[in-house]
Each structure stands twice: as structure tokens, then as C-alpha cells.
């Protein structure tokens, strides 16, 4: 049985430890600092990093973190990434601390970018880096936003339980844009609710369940009829699903 928790760090970002009482697996750690108190404070052995992507906030604590503890980092080998010791590929299991991850290919944000699925945990888990956020999607930095696109619409095919833990506490914010896509919708007025009552308390909003998700964030609601309506307002023609999410993307890009 694990456990999994949130390590704040930098200015906004979720480290994630998945733990058993003895051993800890954690996801893009940023900063080593936090990770290493969090490991001492519980008296827990690191075993391995998970890394969903190369970018800086995702993998500048990685290397402190070998230099104490020889750990395999497990992800997508790339040339702007040399912390990558066990290589991950689409389709690939992985096996640690008594649970299988699948490892899926979500390009989109960066093209080297992979999320850890495991459907046999109870509920299942997803830890997504900065593909899926609470109430809102990451940005296209590389590839296509056709990509991003279709990596978001793979994760939505996931069980509805499926906790999504991203990298970021961008939920507030993320709802405010989804308030202007969707004013009628009562769900997401509600979350905005209780995502200012956790953050007033510094609590996380993350991880939330995907069913959620379907029901507040924007980026899965592409079939929404005031999102359509309020994204023609804005010029918008082509109605399709990929045609409304690049136009919420653009959107939000400015927003």
C-alpha cells in the first residue's frame, strides 16, 4: 500500500512523493531541498525520480538528489535532458513499490513529455507534469497544439476516478478563464468555491478527479454549446473540437 504527497516547491510548483513507510519513488522535483527534509522528516529512503519532462522547474533537483541517493530517473531520454538513467517509450510498464505504471507518450507541451498511469491503484493515479492541469491544460511549447490536443484527449478516455496530479497550483487562476468560457456553468462555479477555501487555508487543489475535470475545465469541454458560442464571439467559424480547444488555447494564451 502507498501512499502519495505533495511537496511544495519553487514558487507554484507540486512536487509528488509516492511512499510505503520506507521507500519513496518522487515526480519532477525541481528543488532537491524540499524533497530531501520531506525524506528526512519521515525517515524515508529515496528509490527512483520519475521525470514527466525536461524543463528546469521539472529536473534542477535531480542531480543533488543521485549524488545522495544512486537512484534510477526514469523518463524520456533527450538531448537537453542527461539525468535520464533508465529510458521510458510509449506503451513501456514500469514496477515500483508493488504498483505498474503505464507510460504514455503526451506530446504537446514539450515533445520528450510522458505521463505515469496506474490503472490498478485504487483509485487510479495519473501524474501528468504539465499536460493536464486543474481546471485548464498546459502550453504548447513545442510540436503542435493538433498534439496537445489529442495527448489531453487520450487522458480524457481515462476512468473518471482517475486522480490527476499535475505540477502546478494553477487552479484559480485556470478557473477565472474557464468563468469567462463557461458563465452558466454551476459546476464550475462551485469549485471556484472551494478552491479559494483551500487556498485560503494553503491547502492543494490538486489532485482532482478526472470527472471533474470533465466538468470545469474548459479544455475537455470542447463540445460545450456557450463555450462554442462564446468562442464565436471571438471569431471562431469552425466549430469542430480541435478547431474550439486551439481557440481556447490561443485564448488563454492571452488571457
Known amino acids: 500500500m502507498f501512499k502519495i504527497s505533495a511537496i511544495p516547491a519553487l ?7 509516492i511512499h510505503n513507510g520506507q521507500q519513496a519513488i518522487v515526480v519532477d522535483p525541481g528543488d532537491a531541498a524540499p524533497v530531501l527534509e520531506f525524506l528526512a522528516s519521515r525517515q524515508l529512503v529515496l528509490t527512483g525520480i520519475f521525470c514527466t519532462h525536461r524543463h528546469r522547474d521539472h529536473i534542477g533537483g535531480i542531480e543533488k538528489l543521485c549524488a545522495v541517493y544512486n537512484v534510477p530517473v526514469y523518463g524520456r531520454r533527450h538531448d537537453k535532458n542527461p539525468y535520464i538513467s533508465r529510458a521510458l517509450e510509449e506503451g513501456e510498464q514500469l514496477g515500483v513499490l508493488g504498483v ?10 514539450l515533445d520528450d513529455h510522458l505521463a505515469f498511469f496506474a490503472a490498478g491503484a485504487c483509485p487510479p493515479v495519473l501524474f501528468c507534469g504539465d499536460i493536464l492541469f486543474g481546471a485548464g491544460c498546459g502550453k504548447n511549447v513545442e510540436g503542435s497544439v493538433a ?3 489529442h495527448s489531453i484527449q487520450r487522458l480524457s478516455a481515462l476512468p473518471d476516478t482517475t486522480l490527476i496530479y499535475c505540477a502546478h497550483e494553477y487552479t484559480a487562476s485556470n478557473l477565472r478563464f474557464a468563468e469567462a468560457c463557461e458563465p452558466g456553468n454551476e459546476a464550475v462555479q462551485q469549485r471556484r468555491n472551494s478552491t479559494n477555501t483551500l487556498r485560503a487555508a494553503n491547502l492543494p487543489t490538486v489532485p482532482s478527479a478526472l470527472a471533474l475535470e470533465k466538468a470545469t475545465n474548459p479544455f475537455l469541454r470542447c463540445d460545450s454549446a456557450e463555450i462554442i458560442r462564446m468562442l464565436q464571439g471571438h471569431g471562431l467559424t469552425d466549430t469542430s473540437a480541435m478547431s474550439v480547444f486551439i481557440a481556447l488555447r490561443a485564448w488563454r494564451d492571452t488571457f
Not at 11 to 17: L, M, P, T
Not at 100 to 109: M, S, Y
Open 11 to 17: 514558487q507554484d510548483n507540486y512536487i509528488w512523493a
Open 100 to 109: 505498474t505504471f503505464d507510460i504514455l507518450a503526451v506530446p504537446g507541451h
Open 147 to 149: 498534439q496537445l490536443y
